[in-house]
């Protein structure tokens, strides 16, 4: 049948299988309960790694290691940069600030743009150090499972193995 | 009185392009006025086939035909259009889906289905692809007259030449090919196919190969997966082949043994039909429209289960006799999305619209 099916290369169109099997209907819910009844008897466990464990990159390109750090980091991006100043206000006490603040300018400008420079490489260096932890969890997950197939049972494996179709 | 088209995007190649120059065809076969229009024409498509929306003119007698299926800044100069509108609706995935990987991604699907309420009172009558998206009209506010009529599927392009180089390269080596077709987004559950084919080869057939045929989608959801497969220490067993040529397509499909679906969100699912034309059992999650475009046929499970669809896989595959029956009932299946069928449908409703037949 292998055999059949893979030289057998022209695909079916609708119109030229005029003639349909008598019975063409298959009992998927009687398949699917003998497979079920299958897997339990076999104890067929799936115990392979979950989708979820695995860590990626969300939608800012910051791998995704939990809602602690995904919150945290949020939060630090948010208000990594700095105002050079605050509302001053309105009223003499206002008017007061604004004319402090004309005369400081050129010391607190300076200051904050470097504050500023400093706050976007740490946020740079934790999205890089994010990447790292991420790529190390995949990594650990590849080990892991590595080591569970070598605790494997030599029986099971062998079944594995020889499993292929002819 | 003319009927025209018109759509944010004229694909070559795609279901709706595919849909939209059949329908052209099929209205011009009616003796209708028709054209279509689109803000972005794919290049590959012969010149004159469709206009720039820009040029889009409606008189009052007329009827727009319009594709929703994604988000487009067309939607409300074609809202104020003189005419008679009709959506014909091909589904918006939920932003849910998109949300961990691109809030960009979630955010057009927003965009599109907010665009979808907004012409919720000014169509005249929608025309879904399926039920389910019939349903989902209406969760959208739709309380006009919704037809159900699928979509063209150009059968005769199945039998062009697939690629030789990757026919040979997949079937020399005797392995066992099961094989996924469509883009690599997140609703498709790419993920719950790894798990459903690592547990098929862990179980069943250790000689067995995952074909995973589809253009990258979200690269975040992409690189997940990827990372999933050599997790799971299938890297070197799954071909992830990207964005590939027809004649490559050809090819996956020509050289598969199974197909495996178990994607969560699907407004038709084309590459059902498409598994079905080559013969290909298809093993799939009852999920959305799927089971409507399988119609009874192929293996439809009922809980979402890698591990029940890797043994179903298996069972299909070293049952002749069941496999006979699968592939009688999906050739029987398919008949129903003959072009023949197909288009008596669309000219019913063309009939409906321009008063020739009441309903």
Known sequence: MEEEKKTNGGPVLPQEDPHVEEDTRVDVRAIVEEIRAQLRAEGAADDLPRFEEIPFAGSEGVPVLGDAFSVAFGRMCEECRVAYYREAGGGLKGKLRRFIRRGVKPVVYPIVEDQNTQNANVAEAMRALAEIVAQQQVRIAVLERALAEKERPAADKADRENGGRE | MKIVQAMPTLAYGDAIGNTALALDALLRGMGLRTGIYAENIDVRLPKGTARPAAKLRTEAEDILLYHGAVTSGFVEKLAKQPGRKVLIYHNITPPRFFDPYSAKSADLCAKGLEQMRFLAGKVERCIADSQFNAVDLRRLGYTCPVDVCPVFIRFEDYQKPADEATLRALREDGRTNLLFVGRLAPNKKIEDVIRTFCLYKRRYNARA????????????????????????????????????????????????DAFVCMSAHEGFCVPLLEAMVFDLPVVAAAHAAVPETMGGSGILLPEHSPALAAAAVDRVLRDDSLRAAVLAGQRARLRDFSTENVAARWQKIFRRLTGGERG
């Open chain 2, 209 to 256: 190969r995952l074909i995973l045929a589809g253009s990258d989608a979200v690269p975040n959801y992409t690189k997940r997966l990827h990372a999933y497969a050599q997790v799971l220490g299938a890297e070197d067993d799954i071909v992830f082949t990207g964005h590939i040529s027809f004649a490559k397509l050809l090819a996956c499909y020509r050289a598969a």
